[in-house]
Structures are given as C-alpha cells and as structure tokens.
T-cell receptor, first 109, second 113 residues
Framework: GQNIDQPTEMTATEGAIVQINCTYQTSGFNGLFWYQQHAGEAPTFLSYNVLDGLEEKGRFSSFLSRSKGYSYLLLKELQMKDSASYLC??????????WGAGTKLIIKP | TAGITQAPTSQILAAGRSMTLRCTQDMRHNAMYWYRQDLGLGLRLIHYSNTAGTTGKGEVPDGYSVSRANSDDVPLTLASAVPSQTSVYFCASSEGPGNHEQYFGPGTRLTVT
C-alpha cells in the first residue's frame, strides 16, 4: 500500500528553527509537495521537490532524498503566523497526490 | 482574480437526501479535483478530471459522482447522503495532473444528520 508518515504535532518557540519530517512509500514517485494549512482554511502550496537535495525559498526550505523515501521542511526564524498544519504529499506513478495526515505546528512566544 | 470558488460554504443535510457541491475556477486550469478532509486522515481524493469531458475515480469515490461538462466547473453530487459523508470538501485545480501545484477552494463543510 501507499503511505505517507509525518508527526502529528510539534511545538517550537518564536524565532527558532523547526524541521518537520516526512517519510513515504508509494507506487512510483513524481515529486513531493509541502503545503501549509491554517485552521479553518484551505491548503496553500509551499514547495515542490523532484530531485534530491535542498530547495530554499525565503525562511522555508525543503529537502528530498528519493533513495531514503524521506523529505523534511525546515522553517527558520519562526513567527507566530507560522502556526498551522503542514501537509506532505507525493505524486505517485499515476500522477495522483497521496497526502499525509499533516503535522500541526504550535508556535509559542 | 477569484481563483477557485466553492458553494455552499456550509450545509446541514438530512441522510438520504441528495446534494450537489459546486466548484468553479477561472485560471484556465486543465485538471480539477475533489477531496474530503477528515480529522487525523488528511486529504483523500474522491474524483478528479484531467481535462474537460473526462473524469476518474480517486481513493474514496463511493457515494459520489462528478461531471466536467466544461473547463471551469466540476460539480460533485451526493446521490443519497449518509452520516459518514460528514466532512470538509475541498475542490482544487492545477495546470496539469499530478506533479503541478494545486490551488484549493475555500472548502464546503457538510454535516449529514
């Protein structure tokens, strides 16, 4: 079966750095996405990785290792507005997205 | 630019009744999707449409039907609602299928009693 695993909840301090991990087992791989979802709102796109390595976009970076079936999202200089759920999703061999259950990130002052 | 709109925002529906959730996009995207999101389970794909006139089944299609008569609209119909269909429903679109960024509508919160 296909499976995406990520921690259910994480807590971090304002101004700090947090790393949210995602491991996957899917039938085929056509890229990995990270989305942000604030409570009661729709998911919004953060990043896309299809090749191994680190993609940096401002305070957010995303890493991929295809051989390990592993990705992480790194958030730097945390702000209170970063409190949200972070969703990991993988495009499988049919180009359908398989979604993880999401990691709820709580930022404390 | 509106992006993707969904209607209604929320609805309470009696079991056994039918209902159509509406979704419209103005980004000229080819692919459109319907998901349901339940606590602890993440997003699950119900149906998708890669181009106007075509549809396909996702992970949890039972009890739902979808049509794509034109490029902008993809209504989702519940023929006879059951309480297990209580969920938040998101419509999304992307330029192409799968490995393209998906844009999401604001969601419809449906409660089946």
């Amino acid at each position: 079966g296909q499976n995406i695993d990520q921690p259910t909840e994480m807590t971090a301090t304002e101004g700090a750095i947090v790393q949210i991990n995602c491991t996957y087992q899917t039938s085929g791989f056509n890229g990995l996405f990270w989305y942000q979802q604030h409570a009661g709102e729709a998911p919004t796109f953060l990043s896309y990785n299809v090749l191994d390595g680190l993609e940096e976009k401002g305070r957010f970076s995303s890493f991929l290792s295809r051989s390990k079936g592993y990705s992480y999202l790194l958030l730097k200089e945390l702000q209170m507005k970063d409190s949200a759920s972070y969703l990991c999703a993988v495009a499988d061999s049919n180009y359908q997205l398989i979604w993880g259950a999401g990691t709820k990130l709580i930022i404390k002052p | 630019t509106a992006g993707i709109t969904q209607a209604p925002t929320s609805q309470i529906l009696a079991a056994g009744r039918s209902m159509t959730l509406r979704c419209t996009q103005d980004m000229r995207h080819n692919a459109m999707y319907w998901y349901r999101q339940d606590l602890g389970l993440g997003l699950r794909l119900i149906h998708y449409s890669n181009t106007a006139g075509t549809t396909g089944k996702g992970e949890v299609p039972d009890g739902y039907s979808v049509s794509r008569a034109n490029s902008d609209d993809v209504p989702l119909t519940l023929a006879s609602a059951v309480p297990s269909q209580t969920s938040v429903y998101f419509c999304a679109s992307s330029e192409g299928p799968g490995n393209h960024e998906q844009y999401f509508g604001p969601g419809t919160r449906l409660t089946v009693t």
